[in-house]
């Protein structure tokens, strides 16, 4: 099946310092790619849709400030979590869809952890 | 409203065991129904998907029931095994509008399987 990678799986960074996820499709293009975030024992919460070359389209409620994502290239997307709280503290899961096909594969998920 | 319903939210199951998880829908917009089943700390991997146009799909020992009327749909896990425990997702897809095709989900139902 189409593999989704996501890097840092862990991170820990101090309060108002920014952080950097990456989401990485690895053996297919993805135009489209999606930003989850999961608290524990929860649902996933899409938080913005990012589209290659442009800017991401962002759910009700979700700061574009906060979270910057970039669609760079067709295999790649980054969320920036900027000026980090503890309250930020959560795992962001990102997923992606191939061009040719209509199924969503995601990625293992990025824990984050302000301290 | 673009809303998912599922139940039960946990279900205990002994080994060898079916394990039935139920969803419904409202928005009859949604044009494809994946499963994704998870495991603690790892990010959601599709289990198996069904479209409006069939009614049922398997795929060893998983199976999905569709009631396109009922706008309801259903997994079921013949011989349930302790491997099987995990919280499982479903999911709808809206790909209309400018909604660009990203999953609603509900709010997941943890699996215990019993040895």
């Known amino acids: 099946g189409a593999v989704v990678s996501q890097h840092p799986s862990r991170v820990i960074c101090k309060s108002g310092t920014s952080v950097k996820i990456e989401c990485r499709s690895l053996d297919f293009q993805a135009t489209t790619m999606f930003w989850y975030r999961q608290f524990p024992k929860q649902s996933l919460m899409l938080m913005a849709t990012?589209?290659?070359?442009?800017?991401?389209?962002?759910e009700q409620g979700v700061e574009k400030d906060k979270f910057l994502i970039n669609h760079a290239s067709l295999t790649l997307s980054t969320l920036t979590v900027t000026s980090a709280h503890p309250e930020d503290s959560s795992f962001y899961i990102c997923?992606?869809?191939?061009?040719?096909?209509?199924?969503?594969?995601f990625g293992e998920g990025s824990w984050l952890t302000v301290v | 409203q673009q809303q998912v319903k599922q139940s039960p939210q946990s279900l205990i199951v002994q080994k060898g065991g079916i394990s039935i998880i139920n969803c419904a829908y409202e928005n009859t917009a949604f044009d494809y129904f994946p499963w994704y089943q998870q495991f603690p700390g790892k990010g959601p991997a599709l289990l198996i998907a069904i479209r409006p146009d069939v009614s049922e799909k398997k795929e060893g020992r998983f199976t999905i029931s569709f009631n396109k009327s009922a706008k309801q749909f259903s997994l079921h896990i013949m011989d349930s095994q302790p491997g099987d425990s995990a919280t499982y997702f479903c999911?709808?897809?809206?790909?209309?509008?400018?909604?660009?095709?990203?999953?609603?989900f509900g709010k997941g139902t943890k699996l215990s399987v019993k040895p």
């Open positions: 997923s992606a869809r191939p061009t040719d096909r209509n199924t969503i594969y």
């Open positions: 999911a709808a897809r809206a790909n209309y509008g400018g909604s660009q095709g990203n999953l609603i």
């Open positions: 990012s589209n290659e070359g442009s800017k991401a389209t962002y």
